[in-house]
């Protein structure tokens, strides 16, 4: 496998922006990794992109990846919408570190969006609620934070491992 390299990075700004939608802060981002790179980065070199989300805040867009690609001009370029949570933004990141190393592409774009002022704060509050896994961590009243904390104790238990190990691990 060959290496990949990180060309740029960008963010939007974080907040409540309910006049914003997410396709207009995902342009603020992607303006920003684009200028931020060192030399110059057409996005028609951009070979594929992977795009992290929970849910657009509810919503439930089933395309929304595809429609970030199409608002930002990169038609054609293959997208895949990474679904993980809190952490589909970084899954999409290893997700395009993957695809260059295998030499899928040689430019790819990884992000993530998630817009949660565009609904209720009570239809917020349900979605996140019924978000997990039904079964267990729904009825159990666990949260995603509180289930990664769990996954990180059952880790610390079975392999003796610290919080110190743990977060220098990261």
Do not use: K
Not at 59 to 80: C, D, F, Y
Not at 112 to 128: K, N
């Amino acid at each position: 496998m060959r290496d990949a390299y990180v060309l740029g990075a960008g963010q939007s700004a974080f907040g409540s922006f309910p006049e914003r939608s997410y396709l207009s802060l995902f342009d603020d981002a992607f303006d920003a990794a684009v200028d931020s790179v060192d030399g110059e980065l057409s996005p028609d070199e951009i070979d594929e992109a992977f795009l992290g989300t929970l849910g657009v805040g509810g919503r439930q867009i089933g395309l929304s990846g595809p429609a970030v690609t199409e608002h930002l001009g990169l038609h054609g370029v293959p997208t895949t919408r990474v679904e993980n949570a809190c952490a589909a933004s970084g899954y999409a990141f290893r997700q395009a570190v993957t695809a260059v190393r295998s030499g899928m592409a040689d430019v790819a774009l990884a992000g993530g969006y998630e817009v949660m002022t565009d609904a209720s704060s009570d239809h917020t509050r349900w979605w996140l609620g019924v978000s997990g896994e039904t079964e267990w961590e729904r009825m159990s009243g666990t949260t995603f934070a509180g289930v990664y904390a769990q996954m990180a104790s059952a880790h610390m238990e079975a392999y003796d491992t610290t919080t110190c190990l743990l977060y220098t691990s990261l």
